[in-house]
Structures are given as C-alpha cells and as structure tokens.
C-alpha cells in the first residue's frame, strides 16, 4: 500500500537559521504519528508545512501517491491537497462571528459544495459525535476552551480529511478540559482515523500511537514504537528529554488502594540505597502494619538486608514496634514525644521525597512528593521534635 | 433649502463613491505586486496629506488651465470622494489587520480560496471592528462638504453666503445654515451611538 503522505528531504530555513532539514517519514493510512520533541524542535512548523499553510525551501511532499508538492507549487495544487487534510490548531481558530453551527456548515457549503441540508445535517452528526448539539446556536466565544476545541476538531472531521494533524490541541487548555479531548483522539483512532499528533503529552503519545518520532533542532533524531523510544531510547538526547520531562511531570505521585500501598513501600524499600537513613514521623500504630499486612515480611527482609536506620517519632509504643526493638536495636531509634504534638499523618522522609502514608481500611494511600525545598523544611521540623523527644531504651 | 437639497445629494455620493473606492484602494493594496501596490499607496498618502481645501482649488482652477474643465459640483465631488477613500483605506486596512492570523488559517486549512477567505472570514469581521470608526469618518465629510461652497457649488454654505450678501443678515442666515447641518448630521450620529451600544452591548456578552 502506497503511504499516504511521504515528506522526501524536507528542509526549511527562517532567514539563515535552520528550522528543520533532512525530514523523512511517511505514514499509511490508518496509522498514527505522535511527534514529540522540546519546544523549539520544529515540530510544529512541520505539522504547517505538511497541511502547506507554511512553505518549504527544499525536498518534496508526496499527498496520496499522485500529487507531488515541492516549494515551487502553485497555490491552486496546494490548495487541492488542504482540502483532504485536516488541521486542528492549539488556540482553535474558531470564528467568532458565526454560531457554532454556522462554522461548521459553511465550510461544508464553499469548499466541498454541499447544499445547504446536507451540511446541516452532516453538521449536527459531526457536533453530536463530540457531545455539543446543544450548543448548535451558541457563538464559540460562550464555550469553554474545551468545548470550543470539540468544535474544531468536529469543523475538520466534516470535511472527512484522509488525515488530520493534531497541533498541541491541549496545550491552551485548564488541565481538567485535557482529558476529554484525549478521549475524543482515542475514539478517533478506534475508528481507524489517520492521525499525527504533536503532543506533550508522553503517557497519551505512547498509549495512541503506532510509532513515535522523537524531534530535535529540527532533526528527527529518533524514531519508532513508542516502546522502543520510551523503554529503550537510543539517543542521548531522547533519554535527556525523557528524564527533564519525567522529573517535571511526576513531582507528586498517588498510589492508592491496599496493591498499590504494599508495591509501592516495597519498592521504595528496595530503591534506598544500603545503610540509609529514614525517618518517620507519625501516629501510625498499628494502621500500618494492617495496611502492609503480608506484605512487611518482605518490607522487613530488605530493611534487614541493606541495614537500612530508621529514626522515628512517635507518641506511644506499641507491641509490635516493641517487637522489632529488640530484635534490631541497632538499626532503629526510637523518640517519644507527648501526644499534644500529634501529626495527623505520617510522613516519611528519605533522601529527596516526601511520602504521605494516610490509612484508611478501606484504600491506604500514599502521596509521594519529590521536591526538594519541600523535603528540606520536614526534615528541619523532623530534627525540632526528635531533640525534644524522649530516648526510648529497653 | 436648495441648498441642503444639494448638500444632501452631494454627501450621498460622496459617501457611497468614498467608501467604494477605499475598500477598492485597501484590498489592491494587500496585492502584493508593485505596480498595483505602489500608485495606490501614492493616492492614498496624497490624499491624507494636502488639505482638502487645496485639492479642491487645485482641481478647480489649476486644471482647465491644461484644458480639463470640471463644474464646481463635479470637482467638489472627486476632490471630496477621492479624500474620504483615503482615509476609508486606511481604516479598513487597519481593520483587516486587526483580525488575527490565525482566522485565516483556519479557513485556508479547510480549502478556503483567497477571496472567499476574504469575503466570508475577514472583512465581516473587520467591518465590526472599523464601524464606529467609519461613522467618524462620515459624519466629519459631511461637514467638510460645506468646503466646497468655495468651488462655487451651491451648498447650504454658498446660498447662505448669497442670501447674506443680499439682505445683509448673517445672524439670522449662519445660524439657519448650523441648524440646516444639525438636521442633517443628526441621524448619522444617532445611527452611529446605535452601532457603538450594540458593539458594546455585544463585547459585555462574552
């Protein structure tokens, strides 16, 4: 099968900087393309250059096997490729003028010379298939930035473009809005929809998408199956973007219900490094060990194995904490202190994270927080209360 | 009353001729071609910069000198429509470009060609923008109309003058010949408030 869009050496320059060169890629149809890169990679001045709202200085773009674009092509051939391609923009474009409806309909009526039922009737499937009928008649400045990127994406899917190109479509958006446009790609994509997505979002990219590209200063530096980029990147710089992005993203993390609450304390028992220091702060009791039931057979083994201290504040001593006093008194201190100061939760502090343990029977949670001021304050208040706490010696 | 009778029939050409030229002169310009973008810009800029009352007598007593005879009507008419398309150019360019790049885009995205871009996405919006401009526009060529009363054109202003001359009351005359211009200003400034109520009115919405 013939791809349906084949970029052959694209280039192109702003005055005498290099915006991207060398591009090659093409994309059959059905597939999906996340593109994903630091901003400033000439990701999106690729997308424009492929729906030709930008032009090229070198190289050539192959629309679905017959017509060939290069930067010398006349505006009526291109204008012949945009009318199968769909673009979906990061701030909508939406008209102003015109009521929703009306926005839809009239491309549908001056470009693909539907009469005017039609339009409107294809209208209302296209605004029913992203949930905004009711709104038919509003003007897009009464929608939310949500709503009115639904109607955009719904304006490019009457036009039935063999492809749509996605341009940051979330990045203008309240984080909440986000999910409901991912939703809508997904459906998208269920229904076969040939798509490229430049997106920023690295969960979503590699759930969606058959293969990745990985773009920077205006090279594809990197490309393939999302498992391959995120799980074993080749390239120095796609493992640097990973890593700043990760770090970025995952600075407060939940981990909810009884599974996750024992995976994830094992596992972060497991990442300290031997002879480390942890330090407790909190009413726990007995909640925890509820909580880790099995599970802190295992938890304990570690502890034991990497000979890793633990200070811990707390407000009595219970039989079980009792127990592990004096089987290592060596690795584990004790400080009492009077239950006035009691703090609703526990926190734990090692290195550069914060977990929050909360105990309920039903879901145990943990928070976990890395930021590094934020550890930095706990540990200062940490030290106030184990220098007014009580040694507990057996 | 023959005076405002021809006031009347003047400004009305001279509004219609005016604003038809300066969408002319405004979407030539956006041509990117010299030959067609630079003698435009050289009228415009023209226009903008002499006084109206010079172009006026320039038109009416430099050019027959070179065989070109104009009745004072038809000089007032070009001097005074040629002056209006200027600044209506100006308006509308200003307010074709106060619509964001990224209308256009969508719409050539979607297939649009350039004059339908233009018909149907930015001059409806431009036009809302530049309104209460235009109405300024309007109302302040009318009342340099009363310029042309020195090309002989008998205007509320000369048949004022004549009437003066010949009965020696000018209280009485002037203050008739404000109020004639009162009368005839009036509607256009109320259409104008009107406008500007529902573009206010319509920004308060959203």
């Known amino acids: 099968m013939k791809p349906l869009i084949e970029v052959i050496n694209l280039k192109k320059n702003y005055k005498s900087n290099n915006v991207f060169q060398d591009i090659n890629f093409n994309i059959k149809k059905g597939e999906i393309k996340c593109i994903i890169g630091s901003s400033g990679s000439g990701k999106t001045t690729l997308l424009r250059c492929l729906s030709l709202l930008e032009s090229f200085d070198d190289g050539k773009i192959l629309y679905y096997g017959n017509s060939e674009i290069t930067s010398m092509s006349q505006e009526k051939e291109k204008n012949e490729v945009r009318k199968k391609i769909g673009i979906v923009f990061q701030d909508f474009n939406l008209w102003p003028h015109k009521s929703v409806l009306e926005n839809i309909v009239e491309p549908l009526m001056i470009v693909n010379k539907l009469e005017k039922n039609e339009a409107i009737k294809k209208a209302l499937k296209m605004l029913k298939k992203v949930d905004l009928e009711n709104k038919k008649d509003s003007f897009p400045d009464f929608l939310s930035g949500g709503q009115k990127q639904r109607v955009a994406i719904a304006r490019t899917l009457a036009m039935d473009p063999e492809i749509i190109l996605f341009d940051e479509i979330t990045s203008a958006l309240d984080p909440e809005l986000v999910d409901g446009i991912l939703k809508l790609l997904r459906r998208l994509a269920f229904e076969g929809q040939t798509m490229i997505i430049v997106t920023h979002h690295l969960e979503f990219a590699s759930e969606i998408a058959d293969e990745i590209l990985f773009m920077s200063d205006g090279l594809i530096i990197e490309e393939g199956t999302p498992e391959k980029i995120f799980c074993n990147p080749k390239d120095s710089r796609t493992k640097r973007f990973l890593k700043t992005l990760k770090k970025h993203f995952q600075e407060i993390n939940v981990y909810e219900g009884i599974e996750n609450f024992r995976a994830f304390n094992i596992g972060f028992m497991r990442k300290i490094k031997s002879g480390g220091e942890y330090y407790v702060l909190g009413a726990a009791k007995e909640d925890w060990w509820k909580s880790m039931g099995e599970a802190q057979h295992e938890w304990h083994k570690i502890r034991e194995s990497k000979k890793i201290k633990l200070k811990m504040i707390i407000y009595e001593l219970v039989k079980s904490e009792k127990e592990i006093l004096y089987k290592m008194p060596e690795l584990t201190e004790y400080r009492l202190i009077s239950k006035d100061t009691e703090v609703p939760s526990n926190v734990n502090i090692y290195d550069d994270t914060i977990l929050l343990l909360i105990f309920d029977n039903e879901r145990p949670t943990v928070i976990e927080i890395r930021n590094k001021d934020l550890v930095k304050g706990y540990l200062n208040y940490f030290h106030i209360l184990w220098e007014q706490g009580r040694q507990v010696v057996l | ?206």
């Open chain 2, 1 to 206: 009353m023959r005076g405002a009778w021809v006031t009347v029939e003047l400004c009305f050409l001279v509004l219609l001729a005016g604003t038809f030229l300066g969408l002319l002169f405004a979407l030539l310009r956006r041509i990117n071609h010299p030959l067609i973008t630079f003698p435009v810009s050289i009228i415009i800029e023209l226009f903008r910069q002499i006084p109206l009352l010079v172009v006026l007598v320039w038109l009416y007593y430099v050019l027959p000198s070179i065989n070109i005879i104009m009745s004072g009507f038809t000089v007032a008419f070009i001097g005074l429509s040629l002056n209006l398309a200027a600044y209506v150019a100006e308006t509308i360019r200003a307010g074709i470009e106060s619509v964001p790049s990224g209308q256009t885009e969508s719409a050539v995205a979607l297939g649009y060609n350039k004059i339908m871009v233009m018909r149907k996405i930015i001059l409806p919006q431009a036009f809302r923008k530049m309104l209460p401009n235009l109405m300024n526009l309007y109302i302040n060529q009318i009342k340099l109309s009363s310029l042309a009363s020195v090309v002989a054109v008998n205007e509320i202003l000369h048949i004022g003058n004549i009437i003066i001359s010949q009965t020696y009351r000018p209280l009485e005359v002037y203050t008739m010949v404000a109020i004639m211009y009162l009368i005839i200003i009036m509607p256009f400034v109320s259409i104008s408030y009107l406008i500007e109520r529902k573009l206010n009115l319509e920004k308060r919405i959203i």
